[in-house]
């Protein structure tokens, strides 16, 4: 179950040319406003969401189009260099996952905190799990929702 593609490299370069490979294999452009996109995404660290991505593209001074956006994520998910993830709203939120390994998230009901984990007692069970049913697993994901440190504090 890796988490990056084969040729993918962990690098923003790496990854900006994998993507443009994925999309010339798909028969479409590498264009100016999908880099921008793209160069985005793989220099935030946070789980973003489509809006706030565009709105950080905009007050850059870059001139993408909401459709632009969302289409341009879904499409770097499909080329294995983004993940969506639904943290417990109504909206997608994205990360990409260059050189990240496999992590599973925690979402503070209170607050919205977003605290990334690792267990590999937990990839392990997933990994004999699939392997006992025969089943080829592409990834998995485990969400946790509760009350940060914070959030879980009584009030004095």
């Given at each position: 179950?890796?988490?990056?593609?084969?040729?993918?490299?962990?690098?923003?370069?790496?990854?900006?040319?994998?993507?443009g490979?994925?999309?010339?294999?798909?028969?479409?452009?590498?264009?100016?406003?999908?880099?921008?996109?793209?160069?985005?995404?793989?220099?935030?660290?946070?789980?973003?969401?489509?809006?706030?991505?565009l709105?950080?593209?905009?007050?850059?001074?870059?001139?993408?189009?909401?459709?632009?956006?969302?289409?341009?994520?879904?499409?770097?998910?499909?080329?294995?260099?983004?993940?969506?993830?639904?943290?417990?709203t109504?909206?997608?939120?994205?990360?990409?996952?260059?050189?990240?390994?496999?992590?599973?998230?925690?979402?503070?009901?209170?607050?919205?905190?977003?605290?990334?984990?690792?267990?590999?007692?937990?990839?392990?069970?997933?990994?004999?799990?699939?392997?006992e049913?025969?089943?080829?697993?592409?990834?998995?994901?485990?969400?946790?929702?509760?009350?940060?440190?914070?959030?879980?504090?009584?009030?004095?």
């Amino acid at each position: 179950m890796a988490t990056t593609p084969v040729n993918a490299s962990t690098s923003v370069a790496g990854a900006l040319r994998s993507f443009g490979q994925h999309l010339a294999a798909d028969g479409l452009k590498f264009t100016g406003e999908r880099r921008a996109i793209a160069t985005a995404l793989f220099e935030s660290d946070a789980h973003l969401e489509a809006e706030e991505l565009l709105l950080r593209l905009r007050h850059s001074g870059s001139r993408v189009s909401r459709a632009t956006v969302y289409r341009t994520l879904d499409l770097l998910v499909g080329a294995g260099l983004a993940r969506k993830v639904r943290l417990g709203t109504d909206h997608n939120f994205f990360e990409h996952i260059l050189g990240r390994r496999q992590h599973e998230h925690m979402v503070c009901v209170g607050c919205g905190q977003v605290i990334e984990w690792f267990d590999p007692q937990l990839a392990r069970l997933v990994e004999r799990n699939t392997q006992e049913q025969g089943f080829a697993a592409a990834r998995y994901t485990v969400q946790v929702f509760g009350r940060c440190a914070d959030c879980a504090e009584p009030e004095s």
